[in-house]
């Protein structure tokens, strides 16, 4: 199973970018939930937002209200739309898939996409 994150980039405070996630397994994306988690250097890994497989999503608290996930089904795809983006998002941002399969939380990771705002 591989997740292929793209559409990182640098960006000015309060910009846009939008963020996907192809999820090579069909299986996986229908029954994972999927997520957004983000790391800075010298940070701890923070949540950033999830989505059910019946598309109930949930976010982290700085950034609730910016950022929207969403999924296409047909594209086995989720994205992250971010908005009025902040010097503080700047982290490296990987999509994750929590299946049912292994009993582990988020077995499987993506590569990793590195998102940079400037003041």
């Known amino acids: 199973v591989q997740l292929q994150a793209s559409g990182g980039g640098l960006v000015k405070a309060g910009e846009s970018l939008r963020l996907s996630c192809v999820v090579s397994?069909?299986?996986?994306?229908?029954?994972?939930?999927l997520a957004w988690f983000r790391q800075a250097p010298g940070k701890q890994r923070e949540f950033v937002a999830s989505i059910t497989p019946s598309t109930l999503s949930n976010y982290g608290s700085s950034v609730k209200g910016r950022f929207t996930i969403s999924t296409v089904i047909d594209k086995r795809t989720v994205y992250l739309q971010m908005n009025s983006l902040k010097p503080e998002d700047t982290a490296k941002y990987y999509c994750?898939?929590?299946?049912?399969?292994?009993?582990?939380?988020?077995?499987?990771w993506g590569q990793g996409t590195q998102v940079t705002v400037s003041s």
């Open positions: 994750a898939a929590d299946s049912p399969y292994t009993g582990l939380e988020y077995d499987y």
């Open positions: 397994d069909e299986k996986i994306f229908d029954l994972a939930t």
